[in-house]
């Protein structure tokens, strides 16, 4: 939870309302899950006409701010859990294997923090092609 701090800001969203609501992270100790990328964090927000219930499932939006990092697609990673790779062009059409140390994941981008640097390489995303061939 680096990346979100107590007074921080966040947007919660009532779709079945069609609302959103202005919230603030409360100064609460943050609590995450072992094992997982779930973490809950208390929120406050001004409940006009009690349009918000105990249990209720909504939205919420946080801004946050990912620091500058060598980043590749999602797809372009092969991560059998013992390692991870990518596929690199090391010639016009040629694609060599690179192992990689991947860091922070953020919608469909993963941090690359070793194995290859930026713009210097040319990524072959073999999900895409399997997923491709087989439509």
């Known amino acids: 939870m680096r990346r979100t701090a107590p007074g921080g800001l966040a947007q919660i969203h009532l779709k079945d ?14 609590q995450s899950e ?4 779930t973490v809950k ?13 105990p249990d209720m499932v909504v939205d919420v939006e946080l801004p946050i701010r990912v620091p500058p990092a060598v980043t590749v697609p999602l797809d372009a990673l092969i991560d ?25 994941r953020f919608g469909e981008r993963v941090e690359i923090l070793r194995g290859v640097r930026q ?11 399997s997923t491709r061939k087989a439509g």
């Open 41 to 53: 964090l208390r929120l406050e927000v001004d409940n006009p006409k009690f349009i918000l219930r």
């Open 80 to 104: 059998s859990g013992a390692r991870s790779r990518v596929y690199v062009e090391h010639d016009e059409g040629i694609f060599e294997p690179r192992e990689v140390e991947t860091g922070w």
């Open 34 to 37: 072992a094992g997982g990328g």
């Open 119 to 129: 713009g210097s390489v040319s990524l072959w995303r073999p999900h895409f092609w």
């Open 17 to 30: 309302e069609g609302r959103q609501l202005p919230a603030r992270i409360a100064d609460s100790l943050p």
